[in-house]
C-alpha cells in the first residue's frame, strides 16, 4: 500500500524545480501552480507581473514509503539558491522566490530542520519563506512537464538541463530507473 502525501514548494521557475524532482523515486505525480499571493485564479501573465504575490510553485504527490518528505526537501533545497532573494539566476521577481508551503505541523517542524541542515553548506543565509500553505491553484496545462515536452528550447537547455545533471551526479541513489539509464 502506498504512503501518497503532498508538498509543495517553489524554488525559481516552477519548470526548472519540476524538472528536478519528477525525476525522483516514489514522485507519483508533480503539478505546477502558483500559491502564496493574494489573487485568486491567477493566470500565468498576472503571476508574472509580480502583481499577485504569488509564487511559481510545484506541487509534489509522492510516496513517502520510497522518499521520505525529509529527503525531497533536502534535494529541493540542494538543487537551487535558497540564498537569493526573488530570483533564481536569471529569472527576478517574487514569483521567483524561494518558499516552503507546509501542509501540517510535522512538515513544518521537518522544513526547519532541513533548512539548518544545508544551511552550513551555503556561504550566505538562506532566505527560504516557510508558511501553511493556504490556496494552491493550478497553472495552465502547458506548464506541466515543461522540460520533458521542451527540452530543446533554449532556456531548457542553458537553465534546466545543468540543474538535471546536477541531481543525476549528486543523487544518484534517489533517481527513478528510466533517469539513471539516460
Known amino acids: 500500500m502506498e504512503n501518497i502525501q503532498i ?3 517553489g524554488g525559481g521557475c516552477f519548470w526548472c524545480v519540476e524538472a528536478v524532482i519528477q525525476r525522483l523515486k516514489g514522485v507519483q505525480k508533480i503539478e505546477p501552480g ?3 499571493g493574494k489573487t485568486a485564479n491567477p493566470t500565468y501573465k498576472e503571476v508574472c507581473s509580480g502583481l499577485t504575490g504569488h509564487a511559481e510553485v510545484i506541487q509534489v504527490h509522492f510516496d513517502a514509503d520510497t522518499i521520505s518528505y525529509r529527503d525531497l526537501l533536502t534535494i529541493f533545497m540542494t538543487s537551487h539558491d535558497p540564498t537569493t532573494l526573488n530570483r533564481q539566476g536569471g529569472d527576478v521577481g517574487t514569483q521567483y522566490r524561494s518558499i516552503i508551503l507546509f501542509h501540517n505541523p510535522s512538515q513544518h517542524k521537518t522544513a526547519l530542520s532541513v533548512i539548518d541542515e544545508v544551511q552550513p553548506t551555503y556561504p550566505d543565509p538562506i532566505v527560504t519563506e516557510l508558511q501553511p500553505l493556504e490556496v494552491f491553484y493550478p497553472a495552465e ?5 515543461y522540460f520533458n515536452n521542451n527540452g ?3 532556456y531548457c537547455q542553458v537553465v534546466i538541463n545543468p540543474k538535471v545533471n546536477k541531481l543525476k551526479e549528486k543523487y544518484k541513489s534517489f533517481l527513478k530507473e528510466e533517469e539513471i539509464q539516460s
Open 152 to 154: 530543446s528550447a533554449r
Open 141 to 145: 496545462q502547458y506548464h506541466y512537464d
Open 7 to 9: 508538498a509543495t514548494f
Open 34 to 36: 502558483y500559491a502564496a
